[in-house]
């Protein structure tokens, strides 16, 4: 298993440009999330996802789009990026157990994003 | 969700045993603490789970107060490889198809620094 991957790796932006961030997984997980972190900072949620075809607001959600097409496929846009969107991108996915915690969540490696 | 509290950094000599606390006066019953870790530039990890009782796995144990107001992980031979942030966090756990999802609060955690 790979886990949970997420493309590109690294990426540089002129501010105004548009760009998608995709994250997999291969655990057959329901439940997947963006989070961003800034430097210093712990993580904050963006979108999140309960399952195929289901997207939900977290708690910076402007700026930014996701779709869930395909149940391991979670992908995190970028209509027009801006300087305060640079940050590091972290996706996690996790498996919701009935009448028992969900948050055993598997992050990503992240994307550091920078927006000039 | 119940709001932590942690020291901001902690030094451990490696080989020996790290305890690192995490405050939450204002758990609820039906909340679970979760510690997370994140190694430099990686994506964070999950240590270890538990509601009322103290709960050991492979990585760490994880010590929960009769009243549940705090509690202590535990690494019981930390390495230099056991150097990161360590989050502690309380939240409901949630339920298939209920209405709560994996929303996890990162603070600012305690910096675990293992030295030779």
């Known amino acids: 298993n790979a886990g949970v991957t997420q493309t590109p790796k690294f990426r540089v932006l002129k501010t105004g440009q548009s760009m998608t961030l995709l994250c997999a997984q291969d655990?057959?997980?329901?439940?997947m999330y963006w989070y961003r972190q800034d430097p210093g900072m712990g993580l904050r949620l963006i979108h999140y996802s309960v399952g195929e075809g289901t997207t939900a607001k977290g708690e910076v959600p402007d700026g930014y789009n996701v779709s869930r097409l395909k149940k391991q496929n979670f992908l995190l846009g970028l209509e027009s990026a801006a300087p305060s969107q640079t940050s590091v991108y972290f996706c996690a996915s996790s498996y919701p157990l009935a009448g028992g915690p969900t948050d055993t969540q598997y992050f990503g490696p992240g994307t550091r994003l920078t927006v000039l | 969700d119940a709001k932590t509290t942690q020291p901001t950094s902690m030094d451990c000599a490696e080989g020996r045993a790290a305890n690192l606390p995490c405050n939450h006066s204002t758990i609820s019953g039906n909340e679970y603490v979760y510690w997370y870790r994140q190694i430099h530039s990686q994506g964070p990890q999950y240590i270890i789970h538990?509601?009322?009782n103290n709960e050991t796995n492979e990585m760490a144990s994880l010590i929960i107060t009769e009243d549940r107001k705090s509690s202590t992980l535990i690494l019981p031979h930390a390495t230099l490889r056991d150097t990161a942030v360590y989050y502690c966090i309380v939240r409901v756990g949630g339920m298939a198809g209920g209405t709560s999802y994996g929303k996890l609060t990162f603070g600012q955690g305690t910096i675990l620094t293992v030295h030779p």
């Open positions: 655990m057959n997980h329901e439940y």
């Open positions: 538990g509601l009322k």
